[in-house]
């Protein structure tokens, strides 16, 4: 594939989600001044797979992203890096993913880059979305803005994009029972934020790091103590035995369609019924609360009644899932 | 190494010109509402050469596709590809030259993003950068604008960085003979600007596809005639010579620090006085027209008197120089 032949192919199906020119910046007017700049690269494997492929978590990751600090996201960019030889109808089904899930988002895609190198210096292709949203809201969503008596949700079910992903590459038979739960949840965010205003303190994209990893930066940002219990957790039992099978624990597997929001606790069922009217948020449940206890810290009480630290997870995690 | 000492060490290099935060997204205020954004990937080859390297580049290709949309460059994204195993010293290197260009450009870079892949899976190191500007002046900056008279000004000599880049892969010896241009000219669009006004038609970084792409695209874009005369092409007799060697028209060849610029006849010993006050733009130089001819043709008057059509070049250009 040559160059032209690479663009021609990018701006015939992104088509009025597109709307780059040819000239080396698009000039955009916004609607205002205040705004929310995110960049995510994606070297997602497997490319494909149940619930998406990495057309859509490249557009849905970094409108999430914008999402939950407060921001409407208008603009995504998208540059590409492909490995030569890289087949086409791949590449095209990953733009139609692209297309759509930017469609359903409501958001454009204003420029583009593509770079090809020799076989063997990439895996496939890479993809890089950098978003910009616009802050229309008062707000100042904050993970400093916790407060005891806060009560923590989540949106859906827990590890699933993982376990879909990591059984999908082994061969583990499991991905045929969990499928990736990748979505754009901006529309969710803004019917939560309509419905709560100020009363959401944060909110967070539970990708890489998984839950664990959120709440203890949630707890030290907001020097607080966070509580969670386990059985509060949404987590589907096929997805907690494939994580056993794995030796692998579900409280810092990455998601794609997931989001912890915390909330003030006169205002979390109103939050909840919110959430419950998308599909992609139907399993919001609480699973904690921000606690009296030493700051910076997350424990959780376990299924059997004791009690144990939710570390902040160092070095290695699972790599590519996102 | 892991995320968290990637991360670290990226806060830590970039320093003042870094002020992303923990949070998902960066959250900004702009001096107004007319934007300009561009993205681009770099995965160049040779990741260090004599003028700049990867991290040069990646900043300097982004303040300059924004700076010749008419845009104050303000804000940086940067994401990095990193193959296991890639040297840390490499690493801080790149940072280094990221923070030191971004300053000189007077950039910062607002957010971040790292993704580690296994050996094999990546070729060192790739970056994006991502960069939005501000539209300041009621300029209309566009290629749909040139008139018959007009001037067409290069900033420097051509095909160096290429010349440099294939010589320095090859071992050709030319590589210590010529260097890479590669330079942020931000200021000295702005001094430009400043100068001629909307007398300045358009501009364009002359990097892949090079000089023979960028004239062809202006006169398609505006249905009209370039005239370029080859004796006044900057080019330096070893980059020539290089050039003759390896089988490749300078006219072609990618730049990193060379402007092509579209005057009115008027304004052109303006634009070049401010040109000609920059180091990087030192060299700068008329080196044709817009005429009366065929609509979206380029022709040139070669150093032997005789006239040629400079075609739009399908098909491969040369890889990784950018």
Do not use: W
Request: aromatic letters at 4%; proline letters at 3%; glycine letters at 10%.
């Amino acid at each position: 594939m040559s160059q032209e032949l690479i663009s021609g192919t990018i701006a015939l199906i992104l088509g009025d989600t597109y709307i780059g020119e040819m000239e080396d910046s698009a000039l955009l007017e916004l609607p205002g001044r205040r705004i929310a700049v995110t960049t995510d690269s994606f070297v997602v494997e497997p490319l494909f797979f149940d619930g998406g492929d990495i057309g859509k978590i490249a557009v849905a990751g970094t409108v999430n992203d914008l999402a939950v600090s407060g921001a409407r996201p208008l603009y995504l960019t998208l540059a590409v890096v492909l490995e030569e030889g890289f087949p086409l109808a791949d590449f095209e089904r990953i733009l139609h993913s692209v297309r759509d899930t930017a469609a359903g988002a409501g958001v454009r895609i204003v420029a583009g880059d593509t770079k090809v190198v020799r076989r063997g210096e990439a895996d496939g292709i890479f993809l890089n979305t950098t978003g910009v949203g616009i802050l229309e809201r008062p707000l100042r969503l904050s993970s400093r803005s916790l407060r005891t008596g806060d009560q923590v949700i989540v949106t859906g079910y827990l590890g699933d994009h993982s376990i879909h992903l990591l059984s999908q590459r082994e061969g583990l038979g499991f991905e045929h029972r969990v499928r990736s739960d990748c979505a754009a949840l901006n529309h969710v965010v803004a019917d939560v934020l309509d419905a709560c205003g100020e009363d959401v303190r944060c909110i967070r994209d539970v990708t890489r790091g998984g839950l664990g990893t959120v709440l203890n930066e949630f707890a030290q940002a907001s020097t607080t103590a966070i509580q969670l219990s386990q059985t509060a957790l949404p987590i589907r039992p096929e997805t907690a035995m494939a994580a056993d099978m794995l030796g692998v624990d579900v409280l810092y597997l990455a998601n794609e369609g997931n989001l912890c929001l915390v909330v003030s606790p006169d205002r979390t069922e109103a939050a909840l019924k919110a959430l419950h009217s998308h599909a992609e948020s139907a399993h919001a449940a609480v699973v904690g609360s921000v606690v009296e206890g030493q700051p910076g810290t997350v424990r959780m009480t376990t299924q059997d009644g004791r009690e144990r630290t939710v570390d902040l997870l160092y070095g290695a995690q699972l790599p590519r899932l996102c």
